[in-house]
């Protein structure tokens, strides 16, 4: 057992920086594109704009605020934990057209945060370092995961919520997949 987690280890460690952005890209693009499904859910599903917006600025606050933590904490060793983890957390925006209950989309909505506030600072410090000659460069292709994934997920999630809950639910495939890639990395 332990020769076999050993020889997992060295085929993880062997990623070339290239594979190691194209995956970073893709959970960038995945939890963003996430983060973008509020947005448009919120008036689709005709929910109170004032309950919606306190939903939104809450989760955002206490999401955002946890990025510090997040970030010390992926410093710290926990990366390798958090970054899959926080697809997993973020997973739940593919069910927000399951209910209509107030309480539940809280909750759903600030595990995604609390997702995101996790991903980001740990991605953002490991693209940075994967080439320290040319972190900038680095940082700006993890950058563009995010900003392609939450540009296409209000037209995405508008085609699929016409098709009923069960097709948004079908999105939770893209943070899955994520989640694999995540586990993945060094």
């Not at 919120?42 to 306190?54: F, N, P, R, Y």
Request: charged letters at 10%; hydrophobic letters at 55%; glycine letters at 10%.
């Amino acid at each position: 057992m332990e020769q076999a987690l050993s020889l997992e280890r060295t085929e993880h460690r062997s990623l070339s920086p290239t594979m190691i952005l194209v995956y970073l890209w893709c959970g960038h693009f995945a939890i963003d594109a996430l983060m973008g499904f509020w947005t448009i859910h919120k008036t689709l599903a005709g929910l109170d704009i004032v309950k919606s917006g306190a939903i939104a600025s809450l989760a955002l606050l206490i999401g955002n605020g946890c990025q510090i933590l997040f970030g010390y904490l992926g410093d710290r060793g926990w990366r390798s934990f958090l970054l899959p983890a926080s697809m997993l957390l973020a997973c739940n925006m593919c069910f927000l057209s399951l209910t209509d209950n107030y309480s539940i989309l809280m909750v759903m909505i600030l595990l995604a945060f609390l997702g995101s506030a996790a991903f980001h600072p740990i991605g953002a410090g490991v693209a940075a370092q994967l080439v320290p000659q040319r972190r900038a460069f680095m940082m700006s292709i993890f950058l563009t995961g995010g900003y392609v994934g939450y540009g296409l997920s209000q037209i995405v999630y508008t085609e699929l919520y016409h098709h009923g809950a069960s097709a948004v639910a079908m999105m939770v495939i893209f943070p899955l997949s994520a989640f694999i890639l995540m586990l993945m990395l060094p």
